[in-house]
């Protein structure tokens, strides 16, 4: 391991910068208030004088919204690299699955209202209606077909569901989602009420053109451009625990990728079939012009090839992605916790961050010593820069808790204890989702702001 001394200077707060990543936001709820609009525009409240044209003008109000929302939370982790830097991934992937299912239940009440204005006008069901409005009707069809692939991501996604599957099996499924989007919007342009003049057409088209091109040019055509300059290869593999190795990767003009220690990219290894499913890790040591590394627990039969990867193996990297970096500092206090693996990107935090001798206290909990990932380095990095560092070691005591057995302390005193002025730091947090928010309740029961407390979950 090679480490570097950094300059030790106190954190300044840092100025606020506005970027057409903070109009994102607005615009994104523009495109909402615009499609009402054309709503109210084309049919008008008088539409819902009768039930007859009050459930058609409702069925189109919710479709045309729906299909906003879709295409919005399709765009959210498009990759916009501006839009990931401003807001972090947890955040979006948080934005993301509420639209999603606001998207979804909206869908459902148009399919619905039009069933209902059909069956209404022949008084009861009728198959033969039911057989003419949504396989025979143009384009009715491939909406059908598009809207069986998008119930079938959404079933998918539920939290009982993704349980039961390894992320590389969810992600190829939710790709479908892409394909029954691209199914479901056309009909509205050609079957719609809405979509009768001219300048409602181009805006819609135009929308969806915008959002397709930011889809392949974020998420294929930057990272193609960025794996092919930068030409990464894997330069060796490292055991550091049981089940748990290191991926050193070598490569040129690193820095160009403007890489912050505590970031994480999307990492294919092309080491055999299924190598396009890209999975995130975040680096696990501070990046420099040639050099990357990642730390990855084995979880499944995707991460246990790690450990198998040959010098080489060229590697295609999407990113970097992640706020939970140097940048995000306000206080010149630091305290950063750790549970498990989560202490990959805390590692690369501790080696390159500016902070002075007694200004950073490292928090870091495992089940046994068995466990304690990097553990070397980071007492060898702790006694370089004047780090105090407190291993926790066993199972926590229950699950709602972030600190082992050993206290009887509550969670917020334990804090304080350990760190008494854990409400004048800003504290990094690594490790398992309940893990995390068992953390960040303690920290603000202990006094901290959520403000101060950095965070990067990549629980799917």
């Known amino acids: 391991m090679t480490t570097q001394r950094i300059p030790r200077t106190a954190v300044a707060r840092p100025r606020v910068s506005f970027t057409w990543a903070d109009v994102f936001g607005p615009l994104a709820i523009g495109t909402v208030v615009v499609a009402v609009f054309i709503w109210l525009y084309q049919e008008g409240l008088a539409s819902l004088t009768t039930v007859d044209t009050g459930l058609g003008s409702l069925a189109s109000l919710t479709g045309v919204v729906a299909s906003d929302l879709m295409l919005l939370q ?5 990759r916009i690299p501006q839009v990931e830097l401003a807001w972090g991934h947890d955040l979006l992937a948080r934005r993301h699955k509420l639209l999603a299912y606001w998207s979804f239940w909206l869908m459902m009440a148009h399919i619905l209202l039009f069933t209902a ?5 022949v008084g009861g069901w009728d198959g033969a209606v039911m057989y003419e409005l949504y396989i025979h009707e143009s384009w009715l069809l491939a909406a059908t077909v598009g809207t069986i692939m998008l119930i079938g991501v959404v079933i998918t996604s539920i939290r009982a569901a993704r349980r039961k599957l390894r992320y ?15 199914l479901a919007l056309p009909h509205q342009i050609v079957d719609g009420a809405d979509f009768h003049r001219t300048w409602v057409i181009v805006y819609w088209w135009t929308l969806y053109a915008v959002g397709l091109a930011l889809i392949i040019w974020c998420r294929i055509g930057i990272p193609w451009r960025r794996s092919t300059k930068h030409q990464i290869r894997v ?14 990767m070598r490569g040129r003009d690193l820095t160009k990728l403007r890489t912050r220690s505590g970031q994480f990219f999307i990492w294919r290894f092309k080491d055999g079939p ?3 499913r890209g999975t995130p890790y975040t680096i696990s040591a501070a990046p420099d012009d040639r050099n990357l590394r990642v730390t990855i627990r084995e979880a499944g039969p995707k991460t246990a090839r790690a450990k198998h990867l040959k010098p080489g193996t060229k590697v295609y990297i999407e990113g970097p992605y992640g706020t939970m970096t140097e940048q995000r500092r306000t206080h010149p206090r630091m305290l950063m916790m750790a549970a498990g693996v989560g202490i990959t990107p805390i590692r690369a935090l501790l080696e390159d961050t500016r902070y002075a001798p007694g200004e950073a206290v490292l928090l870091y909990r495992y089940t046994d010593h068995h466990d304690a990932v990097l553990a070397g380095e980071i007492d060898e990095l702790a006694r370089m820069r004047g780090v105090e560092v407190r291993h926790l070691v066993g199972p926590r005591r229950h699950d709602g808790s972030w600190i082992p057995t050993a206290t009887r302390l509550s969670d917020a005193d334990a804090l304080k204890q350990l760190v008494p002025d854990v409400a004048d730091c800003d504290i990094f947090v690594c490790g398992p989702t309940p893990w995390m928010k068992s953390v960040e309740r303690a920290a603000t029961a202990a006094g901290a702001s959520r403000k101060q407390i950095h965070t990067e979950d990549f629980a799917w």
């Open 74 to 78: 399709v765009v959210m982790l498009a």
């Open 117 to 121: 204005q059909r069956l209404g006008r």
């Open 168 to 182: 590389e099996s969810w992600h190829l499924l939710h790709l479908y989602s892409y394909l029954g989007l691209a």
């Open 235 to 248: 330069a060796g593999v490292t055991h550091e625990a049981p089940g748990v190795v290191s991926v050193h």
């Open 274 to 276: 299924g190598w396009t």
